[in-house]
């Protein structure tokens, strides 16, 4: 029972005074000589029981109606048995995120969170306005009826979703319901992960079931990634996996086995591969099935493709002749015309990995030619000196001998690599533009240990053309629709400036007039994984002062909609209290003539 | 009818004829009013021998006209009877403290303001002068003793010339001791009467039954007819006020403390008892019972008196 205006509790005290004088009455009264007095001591002598127990009754009934009084000024509202609940305006926020599809005591945990949900919209009533929320944010309105159909076509998502987020939402739903019994439900296994900020929710109480015991021990492919994404045609692939023990894998491309091996926790595998199938292709890191299927499989997916055939010219340098041999040795590249590796002033056409003049003379003609190939930079004045350069793949790499570069245009470059402050490698469509000569006495990257590797990575990367990007999200994640695609396989009608990423992990490929230019890699958060739970009083104290957690299903089902079982109870309280003065002028009336 | 029934002092209100004047002149009305009634009821008289005729008078009960006088002359007599003059009566009066009150003492509950009440004692010695008058007019030899706590005025049965004027003396003289003590003033009643007569108790009662019962079984033994006529306020018998008081009676210094509206149907219900075990026990010895209240007018507890008489075996 709570209390409107609790402060009238007080008058309570009153309750003191027919106390007070049922106790002292008999020393009460004027002093009055009447003859018969020996009849009415014989009165009281012969009916003492009758008047005990009467004037205990009218002690009781003076207390009762004082206390009665009292409560009802203080205007409680009370759970009335067997009075149902008010209108109430509930959502029931059902956790479908992919850690509830675990498996617990031989039953997934989701099939328990639904029947809940179930249980929970049983309870509401045609005056009630109902919603289901899911983690993916998704807020149904409609009758009860309605709402129990769709929990029974609500499955668990592929990944994370935001149950917080639809916890928001709930709150927010029920707030604008105009109602003013609010509640919101929250069905969920409470993941440590998942919920790590209190709630927004207002005054809205929260009431929220979560399971008892410790989640089930999981194993997670935590992160598999293509390297580099375009295979030329060796590439390799790294995974890590989450897990007690060690662990066997499986890792698969196009359908085919890769490597299977073991691995141990935390340890990252490296499995380089070259395979023979060409374009874009998806991958699979596995692991066996347990209480969690749906982060064993992790997705993946690369570019493969024959090596680029390079070109160097022969005033590049001997460095970068004999590192390109090294490279067609190996079968990452090959001979031919497709890139040329120059000077500035001896390009003729894109693509080419671009080098500064070696003598200043020719810086004009460099200028000229870069121009003329549409590179927007252009070399300025020399800078000698040893400068320590920073960047991709650059390493402790120095230069002595080097220009300035400055942009001519507006176009949009990456700048792989820093001399002190100024751009000393920039890279754009179809070029790459490095700052110094590539030989010795200008730089000491030719001869450096990661020259050949970085020169790989320039060749496949940089200047093999662009057959489109990987993007990774999580599944239901919102994106931006990237500007070189067309179409979505798998997913009709996500085109647009906008869309959301499937609520299933795989693969799906983005294409562009019939074929495919990149790929949509959805796996779940990592994060998902970790089924570490909440206990009912931490997770109740992280949700808010009007949250209360249950484990227990029957403690929970009572607890829904009971925001609006209590109710005022001044009316029940004021016929109490008739019916007590009504008692106490009857014994009151039969104690002075009724039995004479 | 009604306008004879208005004047006749026996049915007054008690309280209003006795701010009339003294018991002497009072118990006079009342008896001459007692009187004129009588002959409605002759069989409640003392006498029951023919004495002569006399003419009959509007109010007459029938049943005492002479038919045959009526046949043959024509006219309607009625036949009356001749007084015995052998009868010896005693009239024991309670005066004791319990007696010298009336419901007028207590706090008024919803009464507005008190009505006029005479106190038991008042009442009961115009009763008792009454009675006597009545008697003596009969010829009959009235005494009178009073009592408290012990025997306060003997005054032996005479039915000469001057007796009412000593009976009216002996109920002015002083009283309200703090005790009844009915047995005394009983056994000195019959010590007053050397041969069998009649003895009338008139008394609040307020004393122990079975001393009462003994002395009167007494009476009843030596072959005296007993009457009691026990007097009761009103507010005795109801208990009117309100609130709570300590009640104290005056005899016995017993002090009850109550709440009135809690004891009142109580109260009520021990009086009836009360009543009761008086009317069977002094039934049980043969002495006439009757309850007289001090608001009825003082024509009630004379019937009374010769009512029980009849009715005694």
Do not use: C
């Amino acid at each position: 029972m709570s209390f409107l205006s609790p402060w009238f509790l007080a008058l309570g005290v009153a309750a003191a005074v027919p106390l007070l004088l049922h106790l002292l009455r008999r020393r009460i009264g004027a002093r009055v000589e009447f003859p018969a007095a020996r009849y009415l001591a014989r009165a009281e002598r012969e009916h003492s029981r009758t008047l005990r127990l009467r004037n205990l009754l009218l002690m009781v009934a003076r207390v009762a109606a004082v206390l009665l009084i009292a409560l009802a000024a203080a205007r409680p509202a009370a759970r009335l048995f067997g009075g149902g609940h008010g209108p109430t305006a509930m959502a029931v926020v059902l956790d479908n995120s992919l850690s509830t599809a675990a498996v617990q005591d031989g039953r997934p945990l989701f099939a328990h969170l639904d029947s809940l949900a179930e249980r929970a919209l049983s309870g509401a009533t045609t005056a009630d306005r109902v919603w289901l929320v899911t983690a993916d944010g998704q807020a149904r309105a409609g009758t009860a009826a309605e709402l129990r159909d769709a929990v029974r076509r609500i499955s668990p998502l592929g990944g994370a979703g935001d149950p917080a987020l639809a916890l928001a939402r709930a709150a927010s739903a029920v707030r604008n319901a105009g109602l003013a019994g609010q509640q919101v439900a929250l069905i969920t296994d409470a993941q440590r992960t998942t919920w790590t900020a209190p709630a927004q929710l207002g005054a809205v109480p929260v009431v929220a079931w979560v399971p008892a015991g410790a989640p089930p021990a999981n194993r997670a492919v935590v992160s598999a990634d293509a390297q580099p994404q375009r295979w030329t045609p060796r590439g390799a692939v790294s995974a890590r996996l989450m897990a007690q023990d060690s662990t066997t894998y499986r890792i698969a491309l196009a359908g085919s086995t890769l490597a299977r091996g073991t691995a141990a926790p935390g340890e990252e595998i490296l499995v380089r591969a070259t395979p023979a199938a060409r374009g874009w292709l998806a991958g699979t890191v596995e692991l066996d099935a347990d209480e969690l299927p749906g982060d064993n499989v992790r997705y993946f997916a690369a570019w493969v493709g024959a090596a680029p055939r390079v070109r160097v010219a022969p005033d590049a340098g001997p460095f970068v002749a004999s590192a390109v041999d090294v490279l067609r040795g190996d079968g990452r590249v090959a001979a031919g015309g497709d890139v040329t590796v120059a000077p500035a002033d001896e390009v003729t056409a894109l693509p080419a990995l671009i080098t500064a003049p070696t003598d200043p003379v020719r810086l004009g003609a460099a200028n000229r030619a870069l121009a003329r190939a549409g590179v927007p930079w252009q070399f300025g004045p020399v800078r000698r000196g040893a400068v320590l350069v920073a960047g991709d793949g650059a390493g402790a790499t120095q230069a002595t001998l080097r220009y300035s570069l400055l942009a001519t245009g507006a176009a949009r470059t990456d700048t792989l690599a820093r001399a002190g402050a100024e751009p000393w490698i920039v890279a754009g469509p179809g070029y790459v533009l490095v700052a110094s000569p590539l030989t010795p006495d200008a730089t000491t990257l030719p001869v450096s240990a990661g020259f050949v590797p970085w020169l790989a990575g320039v060749f496949a990367n940089r200047l093999s053309g662009d057959p489109g990007r990987v993007v990774s999200a999580a599944p239901i994640q919102h994106l931006i629709w990237p500007s070189w695609a067309g179409a979505l396989d798998g997913a009709p009608g996500a085109a647009g400036t906008e869309f959301t990423a499937p609520d299933r992990a795989g693969t799906y490929f983005f294409t562009r007039d019939g074929r495919r230019v990149g790929a949509l890699v959805v796996n779940p958060e990592p994060r998902e994984s970790e089924l570490a739970r909440w206990a009912p009083a931490d997770f109740a104290r992280l949700l808010g002062g009007h949250a209360r957690a249950f484990t227990a299903a029957d403690r929970f089902a009572a607890a829904v909609f009971d925001v609006t079982a209590r109710r005022p109870v001044v009316v029940p309280l004021l016929a109490a209290l008739l019916a007590v003065l009504v008692l106490e002028g009857a014994i009151a009336a039969r104690g002075a003539g009724g039995e004479g | 009818m009604e306008t004879a029934r208005a004047t006749r002092a026996d049915l007054l209100d008690p309280a209003h004829l006795a701010a009339l004047g003294r018991v002497e002149i009072i118990a006079r009305w009342v008896v001459d009013g007692f009187m004129t009634g009588l002959h409605r009821s002759p069989r409640k008289g003392f006498s029951v021998e023919f004495a002569e005729h006399r003419p009959y008078l509007p109010g007459d009960d029938l049943r005492h006209v002479d038919w045959r006088i009526a046949a043959r002359a024509d006219r309607l007599v009625i036949k009356q009877y001749e007084e015995e003059t052998n009868l010896r009566a005693t009239i024991v009066l309670d005066v004791s403290r319990s007696m010298v009150w009336s419901g007028a003492q207590l706090p008024a509950a919803g009464r507005g303001h008190a009505a006029p009440r005479l106190t038991k004692l008042a009442y009961a010695e115009v009763v008792a002068a009454s009675l006597a008058l009545v008697l003596l007019r009969q010829r009959d030899a009235v005494g009178l003793v009073r009592f408290d706590d012990r025997v306060r005025t003997a005054v032996p049965p005479r039915a000469r010339h001057g007796q009412w004027r000593r009976l009216v003396t002996a109920l002015g003289e002083t009283g309200a001791g703090r005790a009844s003590s009915a047995p005394a003033a009983l056994a000195q009643a019959a010590r007053l009467l050397d041969r069998r007569g009649m003895v009338v108790l008139v008394s609040d009662l307020l004393m122990e039954v079975d001393d009462v019962v003994r002395a009167l079984r007494g009476l009843r033994a030596a072959g005296h007819d007993v009457t009691v006529l026990h007097v009761l306020d009103p507010d005795e018998r109801e208990l009117p006020s309100h609130g709570e008081l300590l009640f104290v009676d005056p005899e016995s210094a017993l002090e009850v403390p109550a709440t009135v509206a809690e004891v009142r149907a109580a109260y009520r219900a021990t009086v009836i008892e009360v009543l009761d075990e008086w009317r069977a026990r002094l039934g049980a010895v043969g002495v006439g019972y009757e309850v007289v209240s001090t608001d009825a007018p003082f024509g009630v507890p004379l019937r009374k008196a010769f009512a029980a008489r009849q009715h005694l075996p």
